[in-house]
């Protein structure tokens, strides 16, 4: 099969990159073939050379008969676009780095369907980098930094300081999403946590609940500190000093066996905030279906996050939704400034997110 | 700042892809700075050449000691490691494209986790794609092709045999991660449905129930078409042959409304086989708390994939598990072969699933 781009030829690569064929041939070579641009493509569908751009566009308006004249003149001709020389050419790169660290709690495959959702529709792409157990992001940054991106998300983690110097040195733009700045220099994008644990307190107050119980998440989260400490306050406000907390790692696993835990405390908690809805739905079921209590009768719970299980019949869990649509939109808007080089980083963005009531409490 | 590489000058470009040094400068230019190579950060960091590529790889065998000496002399000398540019000029990329057309389903996050963390243990990036709502896997490949990737992976979706001739000629192979073929020289991945369906009757006819019900995905997809007829053809050889079928389109509010529409049919089902899980947890949520009935007793459900969420008590959702470890490195292996050159696609390989038995029937 005849290839499509001679790699070994420089200026052959650098030419492919639609500018009008060169009737001439430099290298004279007969084993060299000249790839073809997108003006040839046009010439044997019949089309506009703009007509082939659009061919290759989610969203362009165009016909579907135009679109496959294209695609079929571009299969015969051997032609292959090629965004990524052309973003190595014009040193922009269209590929957005997404690292994220926590896959297994639901709430972030929602997000990464948005920022793929979101990326895509201006032009957009998502290199996806999980971060393995056991690894830190600053073990995945450096290969991230391998790749043409024009910028990185981090998703539930943070980054060293180090790293953070590292990324700004290769000129790459790093915001973070869902975690406060651990560094002056990286922007991030996050939901006001503390008035969410705020309007928590305020709720079982009104509900005449005093006996608050905390099931933490990682406790070095920004997300966790954040939402203790606007917890841990409020309720200080309201005379309520002591306050359960039993750690449950974010899971829906860790939040289940917490809430046994928790339970076994004495004086019970009648109230208790789960530091997020993966959480508070394996508490649920633990209260329920091992300890066999009434929810919210027994004792209410609350989550953070509003996930789509949260509102399915068995959990009815009132919830601290986080705004992810704006979140999402916020983090893109930030990232791409800093991209176009209009901001130097350092900012910390708060999206207002709102209680949603269920039966849970 | 000083630009890390010169995109302009080819030849530069070229030689910034780690080949030692040159210490003469051929273009001349003051504008023109040649960028450093990993030798060059070797000998600053005082290390070797090869500790330069482990630092930036994951997972290699390097101490955080040297990593940092490294980075911060990668920083200094504003070295960028490529690995677009390696993949370019080997004509070998390390880019798989991930088409994924249903993320709602919570079993497609827990299937792109899994890609991408296997890919990413053998050295492979996710390019990741999703198919907006309204348009097709046809509309959204070309712009695939347009990144440098080795291979494509397409989930919950097929494709036209025009697209697959396009992607042939294009030289990029794809294979589809649970869709059958529905063209030849396309190689799939997928679980055994047929036997899985079987099982399922099998089972409820062995506790009695003889009223079956199906609750069917998006009638058009492969996986759904399997499902069914394997159901039927099953039942048909226990002499049932009237089954309720109620389409619920693969989601949890499609779930909950077709068990209700299903359960309003006479003679009322007191089986009922979801086609996947997350219709099944729709289902169970509709029959247990809009229709006051006891599952498994009045109706008995089984799902189809296992998915975290089948597992939590408030659930108990009896399934067929599909093997997506084995099922995600199967479909990577192929993938490997074909990009390889050693298979020209075209195979269809199904994996055994096995029932996991739970509450729910």
Same mark, same amino acid.
């Given at each position: 099969?005849?290839?499509?781009?001679?790699?070994?030829?420089?200026?052959?690569?650098?030419?492919?990159?639609?500018?009008?064929?060169?009737?001439?041939?430099?290298?004279?070579?007969?084993?060299?073939?000249?790839? #073809?641009?997108?003006?040839?493509?046009?010439? *044997? =569908?019949?089309? $506009?050379? +703009? @007509? /082939?751009?659009?061919?290759? &566009?989610? %969203?362009?308006?165009?016909?579907?008969?135009?679109?496959?004249?294209?695609?079929?003149?571009?299969?015969?001709?051997?032609?292959?676009?090629?965004?990524?020389?052309?973003?190595?050419?014009?040193?922009?790169?269209?590929?957005?780095?997404?690292?994220?660290?926590?896959?297994?709690?639901?709430?972030?495959?929602?997000?990464?369907?948005?920022?793929?959702?979101?990326?895509?529709?201006?032009?957009?792409?998502?290199?996806?980098?999980?971060?393995?157990?056991?690894?830190?992001?600053?073990?995945?940054?450096?290969?991230?930094?391998?790749?043409?991106?024009?910028?990185?998300?981090?998703?539930?983690?943070?980054?060293?300081?180090?790293?953070?110097?590292?990324?700004?040195?290769?000129?790459? #733009?790093?915001?973070?999403?869902?975690?406060? *700045? =651990?560094?002056? $220099?990286? +922007? @991030? /994008?996050?939901?006001?946590? &503390?008035? %969410?644990?705020?309007?928590?307190?305020?709720?079982?107050?009104?509900?005449?609940?005093?006996?608050?119980?905390?099931?933490?998440?990682?406790?070095?989260?920004?997300?966790?500190?954040?939402?203790?400490?606007?917890?841990?306050?409020?309720?200080?406000?309201?005379?309520?000093?002591?306050?359960?907390?039993?750690?449950?790692?974010?899971?829906?696993?860790?939040?289940?066996?917490?809430?046994?835990?928790?339970?076994?405390?004495?004086?019970?908690?009648?109230?208790?905030?789960?530091?997020?809805?993966?959480?508070?739905?394996?508490?649920?079921?633990?209260?329920?279906?091992?300890?066999?209590?009434?929810?919210?009768?027994?004792?209410?719970?609350?989550?953070?996050?509003?996930?789509?299980?949260?509102?399915?019949?068995?959990?009815?869990?009132?919830?601290?939704?986080?705004?992810?649509?704006?979140?999402?939109?916020?983090?893109?808007?930030?990232?791409?400034?800093?991209?176009?080089?209009?901001?130097?980083?350092?900012?910390?963005?708060?999206?207002?997110?709102?209680?949603?009531?269920?039966?849970?409490?």
């Amino acid at each position: 099969m005849a290839s499509a781009m001679n790699f070994n030829a420089m200026p052959v690569f650098k030419r492919s990159i639609d500018s009008p064929a060169n009737s001439h041939n430099e290298n004279g070579g007969a084993a060299r073939r000249k790839p #073809p641009t997108s003006y040839d493509v046009a010439k *044997v =569908a019949g089309v $506009s050379q +703009s @007509a /082939v751009s659009r061919a290759f &566009s989610q %969203g362009a308006s165009i016909s579907k008969k135009t679109r496959a004249a294209v695609m079929e003149a571009a299969g015969a001709l051997d032609y292959r676009p090629n965004a990524i020389a052309r973003s190595l050419i014009r040193r922009r790169s269209d590929i957005v780095g997404l690292v994220m660290a926590d896959l297994t709690n639901p709430f972030y495959p929602e997000v990464l369907v948005k920022f793929t959702e979101q990326l895509q529709a201006i032009g957009k792409r998502v290199l996806l980098f999980t971060v393995p157990p056991n690894h830190s992001i600053d073990d995945t940054l450096p290969q991230v930094l391998q790749y043409q991106v024009g910028g990185v998300v981090i998703t539930s983690a943070t980054m060293s300081s180090a790293m953070a110097e590292i990324c700004q040195r290769f000129n790459v #733009p790093v915001v973070l999403f869902n975690r406060s *700045v =651990a560094v002056d $220099s990286v +922007s @991030a /994008v996050c939901c006001d946590n &503390s008035s %969410g644990a705020k309007a928590i307190v305020d709720f079982f107050i009104a509900r005449g609940r005093r006996r608050l119980g905390f099931l933490s998440g990682d406790t070095d989260a920004s997300t966790n500190i954040e939402r203790e400490a606007g917890f841990r306050r409020r309720a200080a406000e309201h005379g309520i000093h002591a306050i359960e907390t039993v750690a449950g790692g974010f899971s829906y696993e860790g939040g289940y066996k917490a809430a046994l835990e928790i339970m076994a405390r004495r004086p019970r908690p009648d109230a208790l905030f789960a530091a997020n809805d993966v959480m508070a739905l394996g508490a649920l079921d633990a209260l329920r279906y091992q300890l066999g209590l009434d929810v919210p009768k027994d004792v209410a719970v609350i989550g953070f996050d509003d996930i789509s299980a949260a509102a399915w019949p068995s959990y009815k869990l009132t919830t601290f939704r986080q705004p992810i649509d704006r979140m999402v939109a916020e983090t893109i808007r930030v990232l791409g400034e800093e991209i176009e080089g209009e901001d130097r980083g350092g900012r910390t963005i708060q999206i207002a997110g709102r209680l949603i009531e269920r039966g849970s409490a």
